[in-house]
T-cell receptor
Framework: KAGVTQTPRYLIKTRGQQVTLSCSPI?????VSWYQQTPGQGLQFLFE???????NKGNFPGRFSGRQFSNSRSEMNVSTLELGDSALYLC???FGQGNEKLFFGSGTQLSVL | DQQVKQNSPSLSVQEGRISILNCDYT??????FLWYKKYPAEGPTFLIS?????DKNEDGRFTVFLNKSAKHLSLHIVPSQPGDSAVYFC????????????FGEGTQLTVNP
């Protein structure tokens, strides 16, 4: 059974640009969550999608957005990139039933110059 | 407001000895707790979890203890192995939060041969 797949693995962008990250969940999983990890910080929750609807949202500005497709694949978009957006962005999938473990992808390392 | 805290940024133990990683939480709504292991530039890997209806859960070398009255949990690794060297994250959630996990800051465990 394939794990959570994130693409691309690495990205380098400049301030002001926008970026789209992709996540393919484990087959059968309907929930996809996104997390941001910056140096010295824990993992910060961005948002969760379940059956194509945003079910939960963290405390991030509106420049961070996402969507989920009918096949449960998800994309995350960051517009007007800032230097502070440089981070490891992690996608996690689960059945979405609550109180269950999440399976994480390897992440997309985004560098904003 | 840091609802999940890991007060020890690092821990160093000798191979074969016990490793004890600690975690405190403040949100009384949390009723499901997880431990993840993470290597740099990779996604977290699930280790073990515990529901608030239990106070102990074991899986091989890993045991998690939950003290609800103290809002404290700990992860015991016995015996510790050099391959256990990684960052360990404590996470918490509740049915009301769907697939949203709140993570601690992490503890860097180093197991010396």
């Amino acid at each position: 059974k394939a794990g959570v797949t994130q693409t691309p693995r690495y990205l380098i962008k400049t301030r002001g640009q926008q970026v789209t990250l992709s996540c393919s969940p484990i087959s059968g999983h309907r929930s996809v969550s996104w997390y941001q990890q910056t140096p010295g910080q824990g993992l910060q929750f961005l948002f969760e999608y379940f059956s194509e609807t945003q079910r939960n949202k963290g405390n991030f500005p509106g420049r961070f957005s996402g969507r989920q497709f009918s096949n449960s694949r998800s994309e995350m978009n960051v517009s007007t990139l800032e230097l502070g957006d440089s981070a490891l962005y992690l996608c996690a999938s689960s059945f979405g039933q609550g109180n269950e473990k999440l399976f994480f992808g390897s992440g997309t390392q985004l560098s904003v110059l | 407001d840091q609802q999940v805290k890991q007060n020890s940024p690092s821990l160093s133990v000798q191979e074969g000895r016990i490793s004890i990683l600690n975690c405190d939480y403040t949100n009384s709504m949390f009723d499901y707790f997880l431990w993840y292991k993470k290597y740099p530039a990779e996604g977290p890997t699930f280790l073990i979890s515990i529901s608030s209806i239990k106070d102990k859960n074991e899986d091989g070398r890993f045991t998690v203890f939950l003290n609800k009255s103290a809002k404290h949990l700990s992860l015991h690794i016995v015996p510790s192995q050099p391959g256990d060297s990684a960052v360990y994250f404590c996470a918490a959630t509740s049915w009301e939060y769907g697939s949203r996990l709140t993570f601690g800051e992490g503890t860097q465990l180093t197991v010396n041969p």
